[in-house]
């Protein structure tokens, strides 16, 4: 098999590295790999902090670079500064690293889906009395208005419906 840098020597040294799940196989001949910063002696006996000492450099090649330079488009957050400080910039941010934020939040919780408990407002009659005591403002604000206008088929389905929300 042929090195996947200069296509000409025969590959000896075979690496595979799995980032996000993703397999990514790397095929390199002796010269290529010194170059990438892989130490010459693979298959002879060397301390094992000299071996693997440079190869984190190395693999820095297979890990995905656009979330070290994404930006936030709104207010220019680095995604990298999200990391570190576990906060976003503005509202934007969560779309604008939404496939982050994503990935995630199925990492921290095992799913980026909430499937938590909907509650009604028949759980909590106090809630329903609020959300309706609302509702009726509002529907006589635009009763007025539509009075002031003098637009009266407006008012009258107004009208109709604050009498059927008062029984």
């Not at 090195?3 to 001949?29: S, Y």
């Not at 709104?74 to 990298?80: I, N, T």
């Not at 009604?120 to 009659?125: E, G, M």
Request: charged fraction near 35%; charge should be positive.
């Amino acid at each position: 098999m042929l090195c996947h840098e200069c296509r000409e020597k025969e590959a000896t040294i075979f690496l595979k590295v799995a980032v996000n799940n993703k397999i990514t196989e790397m095929h390199l001949c002796q010269d290529c790999a010194s170059k990438k910063g892989m130490p010459s002696g693979f298959g002879q006996s060397l301390p094992i902090s000299e071996m693997f000492g440079n190869i984190s450099g190395f693999v820095k090649e297979f890990l995905p670079k656009e979330k070290k330079t994404l930006r936030c488009w709104s207010c220019g957050l680095k995604y990298s500064e999200f990391k570190e400080t576990g906060k976003l910039g503005c509202p934007d941010c969560y779309k604008s690293f939404e496939p982050q934020m994503t990935e995630l939040l199925a990492r921290i919780h095992g799913k980026a889906v909430h499937t938590g408990k909907k509650y009604s407002p028949k759980d909590f009659p106090e809630l329903a009395h609020a959300r309706k005591k609302r509702l009726l403002e509002d529907l006589k604000k635009e009763l007025k208005e539509a009075v002031e206008r003098e637009d009266f088929e407006t008012a009258a389905k107004l009208r109709d419906s604050i009498k059927d929300l008062e029984k």
